[in-house]
């Protein structure tokens, strides 16, 4: 087994396709007959099935959060928090991992065929909400006899899940861990995703969402999203130390290559995400992230969508992070608060920006390692 970070590595993982044949009523009215959700596990799950930890992904993310895949040298995006000794242990959780419904790393959605038609999904996959990917993911764990989660942890998007998890299925969550996230995403963050969507509808290649038929992908209109994306995970700090306004070359060219640092390396992002994501997946997460607002079904308070729970919260963020401020993390444990809900908060500086919640921060490590570790004598793992 290879090592990564403090603790071991959970090793070669093989991903697996979970047939989920109960029907689906999604929030927009539409009905899934059935579905396939792609997962991966890493650790024993105990004799009295107490011990399973959910991971929530992210916007980008899919279900290989750690160990490797085959020979391959770069491990799962949350390897350095999950594994044997690492802060999520699997050598006391059952850790489960998967790709969304609507995800397009093997899981139902939009580059996936409709089993009606015979024809890839493509823009007539179903727009979808956290609370879809709840009730969907709540149809896997019922498919894999896990009645109740020790803990469902999730940062960024994935946090929302875990908020939506413990107010419309509290008895079936135990430790509701929240990162980097916010009750509701701001008219700026929706902003900055529609911009990036219309980078991607506009794209000549993009056909209506058909551009499958067509052997083309909007690579242009998926490259300006992902960099636009991005320069918001990142704090202006961040972005200073590492690039500055430095040049590539000892004097400007006066032209629109590629002359700083920056530049570059957004580039470079930009060509990594279209050769791994899909682009109506991308529209069709961004749009999830967006109708995010537990509070709306309960008059607009989420005091009120809070009384629902009956989990614990461990809620995190990062003080570096604009996109999802300390500020709505601290919203959100005022809201739980003021419910009656039992709540641990904890503020890691840091300077990276959003993407700080992937990253090994000792102290946000030492917070999740005792934390998750309480769980685990609690569950008896």
């Given at each position: 087994?290879?090592?990564?970070?403090?603790?071991?590595?959970?090793?070669?993982?093989?991903?697996?396709?979970?047939?989920?044949?109960?029907?689906?009523?999604?929030?927009?009215?539409?009905?899934?007959?059935?579905?396939?959700?792609?997962?991966?596990?890493?650790?024993?799950?105990?004799?009295?099935?107490?011990?399973?930890?959910?991971?929530?992904?992210?916007?980008?993310?899919d279900?290989?959060?750690?160990?490797?895949h085959?020979d391959?040298?770069?491990?799962?995006?949350?390897?350095?928090?999950?594994?044997?000794?690492?802060?999520?242990?699997?050598?006391?959780?059952?850790?489960?991992s998967?790709?969304?419904?609507?995800?397009?790393?093997?899981?139902?959605?939009?580059?996936?065929?409709?089993?009606?038609?015979?024809?890839?999904?493509?823009?007539?996959?179903?727009?979808?909400?956290?609370?879809?990917?709840?009730?969907?993911?709540s149809?896997?764990a019922?498919?894999?006899?896990?009645?109740?989660?020790?803990?469902?942890?999730?940062?960024?998007?994935?946090?929302?899940q875990?908020?939506?998890?413990?107010?419309?299925?509290?008895?079936?969550?135990?430790?509701?861990?929240?990162?980097?996230?916010?009750?509701q995403?701001?008219?700026?963050?929706?902003?900055?995703?529609?911009?990036?969507?219309?980078?991607?509808?506009?794209?000549?290649?993009?056909?209506?969402?058909?551009?499958?038929?067509?052997?083309?992908?909007?690579?242009?209109?998926?490259?300006?999203?992902?960099m636009?994306?991005?320069?918001?995970y990142?704090?202006?700090a961040?972005?200073?130390?590492?690039?500055?306004?430095?040049?590539?070359?000892?004097?400007?060219?006066?032209?629109?290559?590629?002359?700083?640092?920056?530049?570059?390396?957004?580039?470079?992002?930009?060509?990594?995400?279209?050769?791994?994501?899909?682009?109506?997946?991308?529209?069709?997460?961004t749009?999830?992230?967006?109708?995010?607002?537990?509070?709306?079904d309960?008059?607009?308070?989420?005091?009120?969508?809070?009384?629902?729970?009956?989990?614990?919260?461990?809620?995190?963020?990062f003080?570096?992070?604009?996109?999802?401020?300390?500020?709505?993390?601290?919203?959100?444990?005022?809201?739980?608060?003021?419910?009656?809900?039992?709540?641990?908060?904890?503020?890691?500086?840091?300077?990276?920006?959003?993407?700080?919640?992937?990253m090994?921060?000792?102290?946000?490590h030492?917070?999740?390692?005792?934390?998750?570790?309480?769980?685990?004598?609690?569950?008896?793992?």
């Open positions: 087994m290879q090592e990564s970070g403090a603790g071991g590595s959970v090793g070669i993982v093989v991903p697996q396709v979970v047939d989920i044949d109960v029907p689906l009523i999604l929030d927009c009215g539409r009905l899934l007959r059935r579905h396939q959700l792609i997962v991966e596990t890493y650790g024993q799950l105990n004799a009295a099935r107490s011990n399973a930890v959910l991971i929530c992904h992210a916007l980008s993310g279900h290989h959060a750690a160990g490797y085959g391959e040298r770069k491990p799962g995006w949350w390897d350095n928090c999950i594994g044997p000794g690492k802060p999520i242990d699997t050598n006391r959780f059952y850790v489960v998967l790709n969304n419904l609507g995800g397009c790393r093997g899981s139902t959605g939009p580059n996936t065929v409709d089993p009606e038609t015979g024809r890839v999904w493509g823009p007539d996959f179903p727009l979808l909400t956290v609370r879809d990917w709840v009730r969907s993911q149809l896997l019922t498919k894999l006899g896990i009645q109740q989660w020790a803990a469902v942890i999730g940062g960024s998007l994935g946090g929302m875990v908020m939506q998890w413990a107010i419309d299925l509290p008895t079936r969550v135990r430790h509701a861990v929240v990162i980097a996230s916010a009750p995403i701001s008219a700026q963050n929706i902003a900055f995703n529609e911009i990036a969507r219309q980078a991607i509808l506009s794209d000549p290649d993009f056909h209506g969402g058909r551009y499958y038929e067509h052997g083309v992908v909007p690579g242009r209109g998926l490259r300006l999203a992902r636009l994306g991005h320069i918001t990142l704090s202006d961040a972005m200073r130390a590492k690039f500055g306004n430095d040049l590539k070359a000892p004097q400007p060219s006066f032209n629109f290559d590629v002359e700083f640092e920056v530049e570059s390396y957004l580039r470079y992002q930009g060509e990594s995400f279209v050769d791994r994501f899909d682009a109506n997946t991308y529209l069709l997460m749009k999830a992230l967006d109708y995010f607002d537990p509070a709306r309960y008059d607009d308070s989420l005091v009120a969508a809070f009384r629902q729970a009956q989990a614990r919260f461990l809620v995190i963020a003080s570096s992070d604009w996109r999802f401020s300390p500020a709505r993390s601290r919203e959100i444990v005022k809201a739980l608060v003021d419910a009656g809900r039992p709540v641990s908060y904890a503020l890691i500086d840091s300077s990276l920006g959003h993407d700080d919640f992937l090994p921060l000792p102290d946000y030492l917070m999740l390692r005792h934390y998750l570790s309480r769980v685990a004598d609690e569950v008896g793992a």
